[in-house]
C-alpha cells in the first residue's frame, strides 16, 4: 500500500473507535480531507481510496487543483480565511463554506451564488478559544450573525466550524468542542453540522458530536511549504 492508501485506512481506524467509544455511529463523522499544499495526484490517490470531500484553504491552489481533477465527482469545501474580493469566486467553486464568520462575507455568497448551483452549504466559523489572532466571529456574537445567514436565500446554514487553541491535554480539547456543540444547541435552529477536530484531536471531537473531522497531515504527511503563503500567491 501507499503512504496515502496507509494514512487513510489508519485515520479510518481512528474515527471507528473514537464512534464506537461514545457509541455513534461511525457513519455519522464525515472525514473532509485537507489537501492545501499537496498536489492534485495526492488528492487522486485519495479519491482512488474512496475520498471524496476535499477542504482546501487558499482559493487559486484549489482552483487548479479543481481544473486537473474535473474528471472526478469530488465535492469541494472553502475552509481557508475568506477576503470580500474573493466571494465571487468562492460561491461558484465550492459546495461547502465552513468559515464564515461575518455577515458581508455571508450575503456576498448568497448574491453571487450562481442560479444553476444547488445552494451553498455554510459553517460559522466560530472564535471559541478566544484568541486575537484566529478568525471566527465571537460567541456573544452568533446568535445574530446565525440567524441573519439564515435568511440568505442561496446559502444554507449547517451548522459551526471551528478550530480551538492546539491542546494536548484531552480535557482541554473535549471543553473546546462541546463548547462549539452547546453553542449550536442554544441556537435551535436545528442545525445538523458540527465542523471540529482535526489530525490530533479528531478523538476528542467526535466524543463532542462532529459530524466533519478536517484531517489534512494525518492523510497526507508534514506540509512542506509555508500554510501561509504571501497574498500574492493566491
Ligand atoms: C490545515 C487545516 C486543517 C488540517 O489540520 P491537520 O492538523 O493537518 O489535520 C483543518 N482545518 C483547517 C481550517 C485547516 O486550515
Known amino acids: 500500500m501507499s503512504t496515502i492508501a496507509e494514512n487513510i485506512a489508519t485515520v479510518r ?5 473514537a464512534a464506537q467509544a461514545c457509541g455513534r455511529d461511525p457513519e455519522t463523522v464525515g472525514l473532509l480531507a485537507v489537501s492545501k499544499t499537496k498536489p492534485a ?6 479519491y482512488n481510496c474512496g475520498l471524496q470531500h476535499f477542504g482546501e484553504n487558499y482559493l487559486q491552489e484549489a482552483i487548479q487543483k479543481q481544473e486537473i481533477l474535473k474528471d472526478l465527482p469530488l465535492t469541494w469545501h472553502f475552509i481557508g480565511p475568506i477576503q470580500s474580493n474573493k466571494t465571487r ?15 458581508k462575507i455571508a450575503q456576498r455568497l448568497s448574491e453571487q451564488r450562481p442560479e444553476d448551483m444547488l445552494p451553498l452549504n455554510i459553517c460559522l466559523q466560530v472564535n471559541i478559544s478566544g484568541e486575537a489572532s484566529k478568525s471566527g466571529c465571537l460567541p456573544e456574537e452568533l446568535p445574530e450573525l446565525a440567524r441573519a445567514v ?12 471551528a478550530i480551538p487553541e492546539a491542546a ?3 480535557e482541554a480539547q473535549h471543553a473546546a468542542f462541546s463548547s ?11 442545525l445538523d453540522t458540527l465542523s471540529m477536530g482535526m489530525s490530533h484531536d479528531l478523538e476528542a471531537a467526535i466524543a463532542e458530536g462532529a459530524t466533519w473531522v478536517r484531517i489534512g497531515t494525518a492523510l497526507f504527511g508534514a ?9 500574492a500567491s493566491h
Open 13 to 17: 481506524t481512528r474515527i471507528q473507535a
Open 41 to 46: 495526484s495526492d488528492l487522486r490517490e485519495a
Open 89 to 103: 469566486s468562492i460561491a461558484s467553486h465550492f459546495d461547502w463554506v465552513h468559515s464564515v464568520d461575518r455577515l
Open 150 to 161: 439564515a435568511q440568505l436565500p442561496n446559502l444554507v446554514l449547517r451548522g459551526l466550524m
Open 168 to 170: 494536548t491535554e484531552p
Open 180 to 190: 462549539l456543540r452547546k453553542l449550536s444547541e442554544a441556537l435551535n435552529l436545528n
Open 223 to 231: 506540509r512542506h511549504y509555508s500554510a501561509t503563503p504571501s497574498p
